[in-house]
């Protein structure tokens, strides 16, 4: 089974609003991904948890903040959003091994802000 | 120059055909390699991965890598309508831990 998941599929906010997305897998992963990606992009990482542990930030502005409250979850926090962050937010999982370590993506949450 | 290329589309094959999609990078320490497919308003599908020289096949799918020539390709064999996508080149360069460097994409139609 390869399987993340992430709700909600699809999500309006205004500027002002708070928010999250939230990925779960069962997988055993121990490293979990946020990717944003806009139309006829790649996806672009933000965040890399590694055994809980935030290990990679990209840069994200403050208005996105990512939490961990198990090996199985990830969640991302949203507030006081701007209309360009409306993109496809990807959830991803990987065993968290040294060497190659396979990523394998949910199905995202598709986010608009007005 | 971009770290992960791939050659440009959109491509498009009649069904039945071989489609042949094209990677290069620049991180020549870079060890594992992904293709991902993925369709119009969903998510990335991992579709091969290729960790050694040489070619890897599944069903109508084979990678090939060469790591030498820092070159990576995905063969489409009997190319179907549904295999109509963007094929996305990921690699994983030698000192970036667990990211990956993701191409461009080419967009693949498949003609009935």
């Known amino acids: 089974d390869t399987e993340v998941t992430q709700t909600p599929k699809h999500l309006v906010m205004g500027m002002t609003n708070k928010k999250s997305l939230k990925c779960e897998q069962h997988m055993g992963h121990r490293a979990m991904y946020w990717y944003k990606q806009k139309a006829k992009k790649p996806p672009e990482l933000m965040f890399v948890?590694?055994?809980?542990?935030?290990?990679i930030n990209e840069s994200v502005p403050s208005r996105f903040s990512p939490e961990c409250p198990n090996s199985s979850l990830l969640n991302l926090h949203l507030h006081a959003l701007q209309p360009e962050d409306s993109a496809l937010y990807l959830c991803?999982?990987?065993?968290?091994?040294?060497?190659?370590?396979?990523?394998?993506f949910g199905p995202g949450t598709r986010l608009t802000v007005l | 120059q971009k770290e992960v290329e791939q050659n440009s589309g959109p491509l498009s094959v009649p069904e039945g055909a071989i489609a042949s999609l094209n990677c290069t990078y620049s991180?020549?320490?870079?060890?594992?390699f992904f293709w991902y497919r993925q369709y119009s308003g969903k998510s990335p599908e991992l579709i091969m991965f290729?960790?050694?020289?040489g070619d890897k096949e599944d069903g109508r799918f084979t990678a090939q890598l060469n790591k030498a020539s820092q070159y990576v390709s995905l063969l489409i064999r009997d190319s179907q309508p549904s295999d109509s996508a963007t094929y996305l080149c990921?690699?994983?360069?030698?000192?970036?831990?667990?990211?990956?460097?993701f191409g461009e994409g080419t967009q693949l139609t498949v003609n009935p």
């Open positions: 991180d020549r320490g870079s060890q594992s």
């Open positions: 991803a999982s990987s065993q968290g091994v040294a060497g190659p370590d396979t990523q394998y």
């Open positions: 290729i960790y050694s020289n």
């Open positions: 990921a690699v994983n360069p030698e000192t970036s831990g667990s990211r990956l460097t």
């Open positions: 948890y590694s055994y809980e542990k935030l290990s």
